[in-house]
């Protein structure tokens, strides 16, 4: 069994967002976040495990869907969410459980099915995204992802594949 890494400082995106719990709420601030990808497996007769090339390029495109966007935790009970039209334009309306609005355009509004948008949130989405583009591929036993929302402020996940 190999891994394949690509590290950090390869693949990145910046987004805004806020985490926000009954215990831990925050202002909607940014970070420049890095990804780090692993995959896990035996090589196959052309003693690759997988392609740097072709996996940093699937990440890239997963990670560009976040890019220069708000990062909105769509499982997020303590935030409802309306879509509403300012001046002509499609917008997106936050009204927070404690108190907070916030009122963004629509196209820089990013969702994710997720419950928060922490580092450990980012990664599991990331790396379930990152399975279902790899599932197909043969000798792939293990795929990690580890997102850093600022220099040694990292959380990963793993996933394993099933054979196909
Ligand atoms: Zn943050």
Known sequence: MH?????RGQIG???AHFVYSETFREPLHGHNYQVGVSVQGSPGPDRF???FL???KITRELVRELDHRF???ERNTLISVAKKVFEGKP???????YGEVYVLPSEGVCPLPVQDTTVEDI???LCFRLK???KRRSGLKLVKVEVCESPGFCASTSETLEPS
């Open 13 to 15: 995106f910046s987004s």
């Open 132 to 134: 279902e583009a790899l």
């Open 91 to 97: 917008v997106v309306e936050l009204r927070c459980a």
């Open 71 to 73: 990062l909105l935790p």
């Open 3 to 7: 891994t394949l890494t690509i590290g």
């Open 123 to 125: 990664s599991s989405y």
């Open 49 to 51: 495990v997988m392609n």
């Open 54 to 56: 072709e996996l940093k």
